[in-house]
């Protein structure tokens, strides 16, 4: 037995059995004979497509990149990214949408803190600002059990047979709460207010 990868000895030839051709009564009436050799490839095949066949300058090469960039920006602004897809994520964020929340006041709040807490205030300024910021930590947890027993109503309510894990979720609008209305993304589709 010879192997596979061997060439076969230039003794052993192969016949292959050509088909008879046929009578020129036996042929059809569109019989054209073969030709003897392969039919080549078309030269559009290999070529590339039509278009703007000028490569472009590197000021255009980086025009086009930005606009790319403040494109995939504008979409992520209105659309979100892989962690705001879902329709219990999209429950959430109106939830928090529909609502004025404590988390939004707090940056200004710990701003007014950490001025008043400065050691040339006198001490009353000091009192009020330390007192300030516990109340301002209090107003954000009460919102945020608030805001987590909402959700947990809704979605069980609404989606059932829901997989998503109620504690990624609760923590997800519970970070959007902490953030200025008009800087979260993606944008809010519910007006203060607004049932949900």
Same mark, same amino acid.
């Given at each position: 037995?010879?192997?596979?990868?061997?060439?076969?000895?230039?003794?052993?030839?192969? *016949? /292959? @059995?050509?088909? =008879?051709?046929? %009578?020129?009564? +036996?042929?059809?009436?569109?019989?054209?004979?073969? !030709?003897?050799? *392969? /039919? @080549?490839?078309? =030269?559009?095949? %290999?070529?590339? +497509?039509?278009?703007?066949?000028?490569?472009?300058? !590197?000021?255009?090469?980086?025009?086009?990149?930005?606009?790319?960039?403040?494109? +995939?920006?504008?979409?992520?602004?209105?659309?979100?990214?892989?962690?705001?897809?879902?329709?219990?994520?999209?429950?959430?964020?109106?939830?928090?949408?529909?609502?004025?929340?404590?988390?939004?006041?707090?940056?200004?709040?710990?701003?007014?803190?950490?001025?008043?807490?400065?050691?040339?205030?006198?001490?009353?300024?000091?009192?009020?600002?330390?007192?300030?910021?516990?109340?301002?930590?209090?107003?954000?947890?009460?919102?945020?059990?608030?805001?987590?027993?909402?959700?947990?109503?809704?979605?069980?309510?609404?989606?059932?047979?829901?997989?998503?894990?109620?504690?990624?979720?609760?923590?997800?609008?519970?970070?959007?709460?902490?953030?200025?209305?008009?800087?979260?993304?993606?944008?809010?589709?519910?007006?203060?207010?607004?049932?949900?």
């Amino acid at each position: 037995m010879q192997s596979l990868f061997r060439r076969k000895s230039s003794d052993v030839v192969e *016949e /292959t @059995p050509e088909a =008879p051709e046929p %009578s020129p009564a +036996a042929r059809p009436k569109g019989y054209t004979p073969a !030709k003897g050799r *392969e /039919t @080549p490839k078309r =030269p559009g095949a %290999s070529r590339q +497509a039509g278009g703007n066949a000028k490569p472009l300058t !590197k000021e255009e090469t980086r025009e086009r990149k930005r606009q790319l960039r403040q494109e +995939a920006a504008a979409e992520y602004r209105r659309e979100g990214g892989p962690r705001d897809r879902g329709p219990e994520r999209q429950l959430a964020r109106n939830v928090v949408d529909s609502r004025r929340t404590a988390g939004t006041y707090f940056f200004g709040g710990a701003l007014i803190v950490l001025i008043g807490s400065n050691g040339a205030m006198p001490d009353l300024v000091r009192t009020v600002a330390t007192s300030l910021w516990g109340v301002l930590l209090l107003a954000v947890v009460v919102d945020a059990v608030l805001i987590a027993r909402k959700i947990k109503r809704l979605v069980r309510e609404r989606y059932p047979k829901s997989e998503q894990k109620m504690g990624s979720l609760y923590m997800y609008a519970i970070m959007r709460s902490l953030t200025f209305r008009r800087m979260r993304v993606p944008h809010p589709a519910v007006k203060l207010g607004e049932k949900v």
